[in-house]
C-alpha cells in the first residue's frame, strides 16, 4: 500500500511563491509516475503537473511558465514550486501516484494524498 503525505501548503499573497512536497512510500513503487492536481472553489478536480516515466513533465495551460515539477529520489520526495501565485491558484493540492513497473506507469491515478490547503489573496 502507498501512502502519499503532502506539505507546504499555506496562505500567500498574490505574486509569492510555495513549494508543495509530497513524501511517497514505499517510494520505489511510484517513483516517475505522481503528480499534483488541485481542486479549485465550483471546480472539479484538475491535473496540474505530472512527471512522465520518460522523465519529461506536462503542464496544465494554467500553470505553465509558473510552476515546476521535480523529484528528488534521495529524499523519496516530489516537488511542486509555485511561482507567481494568483487568486485562481486558491484550492486543495493533492499528490497523485500510479504504479511504476520497470520504468513504466501502470494503470490510473490510484494513490492519493490527504491535500494540503494553497489560499492565494
Known amino acids: 500500500h502507498v501512502q502519499l503525505v503532502e506539505s507546504g501548503g499555506g496562505s500567500v499573497q498574490a505574486g509569492g511563491s510555495l513549494r508543495l512536497s509530497c513524501l511517497a512510500s514505499p517510494y520505489a513503487s511510484v517513483r516517475g509516475c505522481m503528480g499534483w492536481f488541485r481542486q479549485t472553489p465550483g471546480n472539479e478536480r484538475e491535473a496540474v503537473a505530472n512527471i512522465l516515466s520518460d522523465g519529461t513533465s506536462t503542464y496544465a495551460d494554467p500553470v505553465k511558465g509558473r510552476f515546476t515539477i521535480s523529484e528528488d529520489n534521495a529524499k523519496n520526495t516530489l516537488y511542486l514550486q509555485m511561482n507567481s501565485l494568483n487568486s485562481e491558484d486558491t484550492g486543495l493540492y493533492y499528490c497523485?501516484?500510479?504504479?511504476?513497473?520497470?520504468?513504466?506507469?501502470?494503470?490510473?491515478?490510484?494513490?492519493w494524498g490527504q491535500g494540503t490547503q494553497v489560499t492565494v489573496s
Open positions: 497523485a501516484a500510479r504504479t511504476s513497473i520497470d520504468g513504466r506507469c501502470i494503470g490510473m491515478w490510484h494513490f
